[in-house]
C-alpha cells in the first residue's frame, strides 16, 4: 500500500479534517456518558450504532417517510418463483 506521510503543525491540526476530530470528539464522548462500563467485546457494536445515528442525523422525521418509500417500492419475485 502506497502513501504519503505528511505531518502537520500541532497549531494547525484544526484546520486538517475538521470533521474527523469532532466525529471522534462525539463518539468519544457518547461512550462516555451514555455506556459506562463498556466491555471490550461489545465496542463494535456501540460504535456501530454511533456510525449508524451519525450517518441519519439530518434525516429527523423524514426517516419514518424514506422507510414507507422503500418499502412500497421493494418488488419481489418470490411468487413469480414459486407459482411459475
Known amino acids: 500500500m ?3 506521510k505528511n505531518v502537520i503543525d500541532p497549531k494547525d491540526i484544526g484546520k486538517v479534517l475538521p470533521w474527523v476530530h469532532i466525529a471522534i ?3 468519544k464522548t457518547q461512550l462516555a ?8 467485546e461489545f465496542l463494535k457494536e ?3 450504532e454511533f456510525c449508524y445515528n451519525f450517518n441519519r442525523r439530518y434525516f429527523g422525521e423524514d426517516l419514518f417517510d424514506r422507510l414507507v ?3 412500497t417500492s421493494y418488488r419481489t419475485d418470490f411468487e413469480h418463483r414459486i407459482y411459475k
Do not use: R
Open 2 to 4: 502506497l502513501y504519503i
Open 25 to 27: 470528539s462525539n463518539a
Open 33 to 40: 456518558d451514555m455506556h459506562h462500563g463498556i466491555k471490550p
Open 46 to 48: 456501540y460504535l456501530n
Open 69 to 71: 418509500m422503500i418499502a
